[in-house]
């Protein structure tokens, strides 16, 4: 066996299989249960993988750590189309959402970096940019 993974029709238990990836053996399950993953093969209780499935595993991964997707979303990801909303259609949903998170981050450190370099010495009682701020918030709320 390849130290990249299983070649040809070479299968490799859960136990490994979760172990590459830094997961539990029970996170499989469940993404099975789920119907994200599915076994090459499968005997009784015992499931082994082979290099689609561990594929399938890293894009499963890939998507929740860094594309901060949803085990809902990935599946209709990998589903292609679920009740008329297509794979796009949920890529583009979470990006609206990371982006939007991206906007609310850079207030937090604009916010932030003015009251590490305001000059007053209680700039949370009185500078008053962050009275602006707070004045400008409460104006929204009440309308």
Same mark, same amino acid.
């Given at each position: 066996?390849?130290?990249?993974?299983?070649?040809?029709?070479? @299968?490799?238990?859960?136990?490994?299989?979760?172990?590459?990836? /830094?997961?539990? /053996?029970? #996170? @499989?399950?469940?993404?099975?249960?789920?119907? $994200?993953?599915?076994? &090459?093969?499968?005997? /009784?209780?015992?499931?082994?993988? /082979?290099?689609?499935?561990?594929?399938?595993?890293? $894009?499963? *991964?890939?998507?929740?750590?860094?594309?901060?997707?949803? @085990?809902?979303?990935?599946?209709?990801?990998? &589903?292609? #189309?679920?009740?008329?909303? #297509?794979? =796009?259609?949920?890529? $583009?949903? =979470?990006?609206?959402?990371?982006?939007?998170? *991206?906007?609310?981050?850079?207030?937090?450190?604009?916010?932030?970096?003015?009251? $590490? #370099?305001?000059?007053?010495?209680?700039?949370?009682?009185?500078?008053?940019?962050?009275?602006?701020?707070?004045?400008? =918030?409460? &104006?929204? *709320?009440?309308?």
């Amino acid at each position: 066996m390849s130290s990249h993974g299983p070649t040809g029709d070479e @299968l490799i238990g859960i136990g490994e299989t979760a172990a590459r990836f /830094g997961l539990a /053996g029970s #996170t @499989l399950r469940y993404w099975e249960e789920r119907g $994200l993953i599915s076994p &090459a093969e499968r005997r /009784g209780r015992w499931r082994r993988y /082979g290099p689609r499935e561990l594929h399938r595993i890293g $894009l499963i *991964q890939l998507w929740r750590d860094t594309g901060l997707m949803s @085990l809902d979303e990935i599946a209709a990801v990998l &589903a292609g #189309t679920v009740r008329d909303r #297509t794979w =796009r259609s949920v890529v $583009l949903g =979470r990006l609206e959402m990371i982006e939007e998170q *991206q906007r609310r981050l850079a207030a937090a450190k604009e916010h932030l970096e003015h009251f $590490l #370099t305001c000059p007053d010495e209680h700039p949370a009682d009185n500078c008053p940019v962050l009275r602006e701020m707070t004045d400008v =918030r409460l &104006a929204r *709320q009440s309308a």
